[in-house]
């Protein structure tokens, strides 16, 4: 798994690489946890991960709890069709935004 | 402050140690690490055993050092651990000695009873690698859902309205048109809520949930070859887990938060969830079953055990679960209020409820601690509790079940009334105690209406449609040489065994079905139904399919359109109910004006009005309601009448006067053809003759005074 970040004006773009569970749970808290600053805006690019474990859409969620205490907007992009069905049956996707493209989730962040 | 307990304090090999909490049993996290905590009353020693997930052999054994036992329970917690990819069971060693009771045999993993997720069946039908070592393998939940809102419902248990089903068979058909990965499982029957929202049933019923082996005894079917499997599952593996291959996600693990999302959202949509718990027996079966867990980890204490050490089999499934004995009640309690609160489950339908009042000799209690500490429990204290009262051993409870003013009952009595009155073959005296909540089973012992679950079909048994189309059972497709299965149906198959083509017996059929949906909404106490009754569903005469994983089992919601006049009877006869709360009374009719009313809250009349005919061959019989007796008088309703006629001719029937300016309305007329046998509540066309009524043969008419 890989995480890249791009920053740009106010608006932060990790793009995330691999498979999301339990083995690199500390990874990507560290990674992804700095970003949640007060206010902050953040993408999350999910198109290149093919499967994330439960222990993964915890990390998410976790880090989507804080995003929302700081008042910090957290956008997840390009989730595949089974990751989203995935989290619609266990109930996680009800709790994020999500967004089709990195510009939808711009336009969404802006508005 | 960092606590100073996130530090091991032991090692063995690679892993790092610390005595553990006795307290909660089972694998819970803890700072750092993972506490495991296992009881045994009479093994010597006991090993933890480490596997990752689906591996065939483990990669750690751990004895729990002398110092982490306290008292009979083993505990210790064991630092990093990957705790989403390992699977844990633990060995034994104790006497092994069957006449003594003891199987000990430390060569076996075995299963945690408390786990909290099971892997092994993690998708439905995938046949299992018969040499694996560990079958049914321990996981480690996270119990962190976030149900925001949500809690029970606590629907008072007058006004619900119980649907049974079998999450598989719900929508495991390709006619549920639903996504394919969703068929037959909880996924699906989320999908599936606003069918439900619109029949408007306000409870399911879950034939079992807990993790079972689909694969227990399974085996081909003499005449076609296909697999027969135990598919109803009830026969317990783990009481803490959730069948993996009813989840879509099962193959991820993640059973755990499906099933919670479903109950979110029939929560959501004001639909509360009852469990179907077996806990009068468990999957290891008989001398000859496999060792999954109990019996090697305390067998003695687990089962009720003949003096020579064989299983007591008052279950009829080869075992019994010794449920009075001080440590299982505690592991039954822990069971239900992890449920309760873990999962929001709004009540639960205990099968074979009997043997939880035995004594661990099998002799019926006449206290029995069990149903006592569940009914007292102040977590399970809102829960629905309801019995299935009666066991395999002969003990039949139904009007006598312990229940300290909190346990229902399965009214068997009911069914058996019902049936045989749709047939002609009952006396209405004995009709008309089953229409009021039967009060000569329970007001003399202070027990509500709503303690009787009323119901005229269930899983076990006939179909409604197959109630009216066989006289006798045909479960040839079982293997059993058509020997298994209840033989007193009470059916009539109106002329015809099985499927027919004739018009006349198929609108007979239609009728009877009609009649029988009309007499369970208007009966006082808690109608139950069976799934696809709404729709005509048939199982081809077949009585008892417990094993079977194809169209005898799956609801066919095609029927939805072939039997659409039944679903929107159905629903208009639902609705009636819930528009009615005379029909919901918290407390048995009193046979008398109190209100001042002019009118009895119940007054029972034949074709005559207000004399009723109550000789043992009498056909017919109507019954009033007077709405301003609703619910003990507090709350106004109209005024009800029903006459039922199950005479092979129609009868005029003398219908009792109304206050001035009130006028009869026709809510059903089971003789008229769809859509003019039901109206929606509200829409009732008024009654020409307000002084009399024409009821076809074998019929139901019920009016409505506003």
């Known amino acids: ?111 | 402050m960092q606590r100073i307990d996130v530090h091991p304090t032991h090692t063995h090999g690679k892993f790092k140690l610390r005595r553990g909490n006795p307290a909660p049993f089972g694998a819970t996290f803890v700072p750092g690490g993972v506490n495991f905590s296992i009881f045994s009353s009479h093994a010597t020693s006991c090993t933890l055993v480490l596997f990752e997930k689906h591996a065939p052999k483990p990669f750690g054994e751990i004895p729990f050092p002398d110092e982490f036992r306290i008292g009979n329970v083993y505990s210790m917690i064991v630092f990093d651990l990957d705790y989403e990819n390992i699977e844990y069971g633990y060995r034994m060693d104790g006497p092994n000695n069957f006449q003594e009771g003891h199987w000990f045999d430390k060569n076996k993993v075995l299963l945690d009873p408390y786990a909290k997720i099971i892997g092994g069946r993690d998708v439905w039908g995938t046949p299992p690698d018969w040499d694996d070592m560990y079958h049914h393998r321990a996981r480690i939940a996270f119990d962190d859902f976030d149900w925001e809102d949500d809690r029970p419902l606590e629907i008072a248990p007058e006004d619900q309205i119980i649907y049974e089903m079998h999450v598989r068979s719900f929508t495991k058909h390709q006619s549920s048109a639903i996504k394919e990965s969703h068929r037959g499982t909880f996924a699906g029957i989320r999908d599936k809520i606003p069918y439900l929202k619109e029949l408007g049933v306000n409870a399911i019923e879950l034939m079992p949930v807990y993790e079972f082996d689909e694969f227990e005894n399974s085996r081909p079917n003499p005449t076609t070859g296909e697999t027969l499997y135990n598919y109803w599952g009830y026969s317990t593996v783990g009481f803490f887990s959730p069948k993996a291959g009813y989840a879509a996600t099962g193959k991820f693990g993640m059973q755990v938060d499906e099933l919670k999302a479903m109950v979110k959202e029939l929560h959501k949509n004001g639909i509360e969830v009852i469990l179907d718990v077996v806990f009068n027996h468990t999957a290891e079966g008989n001398e000859r079953g496999p060792t999954i867990s109990f019996r090697g980890i305390d067998n003695k204490t687990y089962y009720m055990l003949t003096p020579e050490g064989y299983y007591y089999n008052f279950s009829g499934c080869g075992n019994t679960l010794n449920c009075n004995n001080p440590i299982v009640r505690g592991i039954v309690l822990d069971c239900l209020r992890y449920w309760a609160s873990e999962y929001h489950i709004d009540g639960f339908r205990f099968d074979l409820a009997s043997i939880l009042g035995r004594d661990p000799w099998g002799a019926p209690l006449s206290n029995p601690p069990l149903l006592e500490t569940l009914a007292f429990d102040p977590i399970l204290a809102k829960c629905k509790l309801i019995a299935e009262a009666w066991d395999a051993g002969g003990l039949y409870q139904v009007g006598s079940f312990p229940a300290y003013g909190r346990w229902g009952e399965w009214n068997g009595k009911y069914r058996d009334a019902i049936r045989k009155f749709l047939k002609a073959d009952t006396t209405v005296g004995e009709m008309a105690q089953r229409l009021q909540g039967s009060p000569d089973l329970y007001e003399g012992a202070g027990r509500a209406p709503a303690t009787s679950i009323n119901f005229i079909t269930a899983h076990d048994g006939f179909t409604l449609m197959d109630m009216v189309s066989y006289n006798g059972k045909h479960n040839e497709a079982n293997g059993e040489n058509n020997n298994d299965g209840s033989n007193d149906n009470d059916s009539w198959n109106c002329g015809w065994e099985g499927e027919t083509d004739n018009e006349y017996i198929n609108a007979l059929r239609h009728r009877q079905i009609k009649n029988a949906i009309a007499l369970l909404m208007v009966s006082q106490g808690v109608p139950m139904m069976l799934m696809g009754d709404e729709m005509g569903r048939t199982k081809y005469g077949n009585n008892n399919t417990y094993c079977h994983d194809n169209e005898l089992n799956w609801l066919n919601w095609d029927l939805l359109k072939q039997n659409n006049d039944i679903f929107q009877f159905t629903k208009n006869c639902i609705n009636f109910r819930k528009a009615h709360p005379v029909l919901r009374n918290t407390w048995h009719f009193q046979n008398r004006d109190y209100v001042g009313s002019g009118y009895a809250d119940i007054s029972w009349h034949g074709t005559q009005a207000w004399n009723a005919d109550w000789s043992e061959d009498a056909k017919a019989i109507a019954f009033m309601l007077c709405g301003k007796h609703a619910k003990g008088g507090t709350v106004e309703d109209n005024y009800i009448y029903v006459a039922t006629n199950v005479y092979w001719d129609a009868l005029w029937f003398e219908i009792p006067q109304l206050p001035p300016g009130l006028q009869w309305h026709v809510f059903a007329n089971t003789a008229m053809a769809s859509p003019e046998d039901s109206w929606t509540p509200g829409s009732e066309p008024v009654l020409q003759d307000q002084y009399g009524m024409l009821v076809g043969d074998r019929s139901t008419v019920i009016l409505v005074g506003k």
């Open chain 1, 1 to 111: 798994m890989e995480i890249n970040i791009k920053k740009k004006d106010d608006l932060q773009i990790a793009t995330i690489q691999g498979d999301i569970d339990s083995s690199v749970a500390s990874e990507v808290t560290e990674t992804i946890v700095p970003l949640v600053t007060e206010n902050a805006k953040i993408i999350l690019d999910m198109t290149g991960v093919e499967y994330m474990s439960s222990a993964g859409l915890r990390i998410l969620l976790s880090t989507y709890r804080q995003a929302t205490a700081k008042e910090a907007q957290l956008i997840l992009v390009g989730l595949s069709e089974d990751i989203k069905d995935t989290m619609s049956v266990t109930g996680f996707l009800d709790f994020f935004t999500v967004s089709d493209s990195i510009d939808d989730a711009k336009k969404q962040l802006e508005g």
